[in-house]
C-alpha cells in the first residue's frame, strides 16, 4: 500500500513562533491530503483538506491564517501553524485521500508549544 | 451530516479470547465505505478491514471480522483469539463524500493477560 512520511515526530517550540509539519507521499501521487488534529483520549478532527495545486479547504472553526497548508506538488504538502500558542499543542496527523492509497495516515506530529 | 457512534469507550478481553466493538452510523450516501482503523500507544494510525457498503459479504482479515447490517447501519468489528499487541485504541470511520472520513470516538481495548 501507500507510504506517507511526516515529519518532524515530535517538536517542542517557544510561544509565538511558526512550525512547518510535512507530509510526504513516498509511492503515491496525492492529489489530496487531509491535516487531522487530535486532544488526548479523543478523535480525530478534521482540520482541512489540500489539493495539489490549489487553495485548501478548511471546516468550519478552523482558522485559516494560523493552519497555513501547502500542497505545492503531488508528493507534498505542509501545514504550518504560525505564531503558535500552548493551545495549539496537540497531535496532528495526515492522510492521504486517494481510497486507492488505502487512505493511508502519516505517522503524527507530536507538537508541545512553551 | 454523517454521523459515526462508538457507544464502547473501553472494553477490555482476556487474551486469547474474542471480543467485539460496537458501531453504528448515519449516511445519505447510497455508496460508501466504512473502515475500522487501530490506534496504539504510537498513536499511527493503522488500518484495520475495510468494508464496501455494496458488498454483502462481510469483511474479514485475518483474526478480524465485521459484522455490516446495512438496514441497521451497524458496523462491529470482532477480534478472534484476543492477542496483547492488540491492545489500542479503536476508530470506527465512515467515507462521508469527497474522499473525507468521518470518525466515532474511540474505543479503547485491553487485553489481560
Not at chain 1, 9 to 30: H, N, P
Not at chain 2, 7 to 17: H, K, W, Y
Not at chain 2, 82 to 88: E, N, T
Request: hydrophobic share 35%; with cysteine; net charge positive.
Amino acid at each position: 500500500g501507500a507510504v506517507v512520511s511526516q515529519h518532524p515526530s515530535r517538536v517542542i517550540c517557544k510561544s509565538g513562533t511558526s512550525v512547518k509539519i510535512e507530509c510526504r507521499s513516498l509511492d503515491f501521487q496525492a492529489t489530496t491530503m487531509f491535516w487531522y488534529r487530535q486532544f488526548p483520549k479523543q478523535s480525530l478532527m478534521l482540520m482541512a483538506t489540500s489539493n495539489e495545486g490549489s487553495k485548501a479547504t478548511y471546516e468550519q472553526g478552523v482558522e485559516k491564517d494560523k493552519f497555513l497548508i501547502n500542497h505545492a506538488s503531488l508528493t507534498l504538502s505542509t501545514l504550518t501553524v504560525t505564531s503558535a500558542h500552548p493551545e495549539d499543542s496537540s497531535f496532528y496527523i495526515c492522510r492521504l485521500g486517494q481510497l486507492s492509497g488505502g487512505y493511508t495516515f502519516g505517522s503524527g506530529t507530536r507538537l508541545t508549544v512553551v | 451530516a454523517q454521523t459515526v457512534t462508538q457507544s464502547q469507550p473501553e472494553m477490555s478481553v482476556q487474551e486469547a479470547e474474542t471480543v467485539t466493538l460496537s458501531c453504528t452510523y448515519d449516511t445519505s450516501e447510497s455508496d460508501y465505505y466504512l473502515f475500522w482503523y487501530k490506534q496504539p500507544p504510537s498513536r499511527q494510525m493503522i488500518l484495520v478491514i475495510r468494508q464496501e457498503a455494496y458488498k454483502q459479504q462481510n469483511a474479514t482479515e485475518n483474526r478480524f471480522s465485521v459484522n455490516f447490517q446495512k438496514a441497521a447501519k451497524s458496523f462491529s468489528l470482532k477480534i478472534s483469539d484476543s492477542q496483547l499487541g492488540d491492545a489500542a485504541m479503536y476508530f470506527c470511520a465512515c467515507y462521508q463524500g469527497a474522499q473525507k472520513l468521518v470518525f466515532g470516538q474511540g474505543t479503547r481495548l485491553t487485553i489481560n493477560p
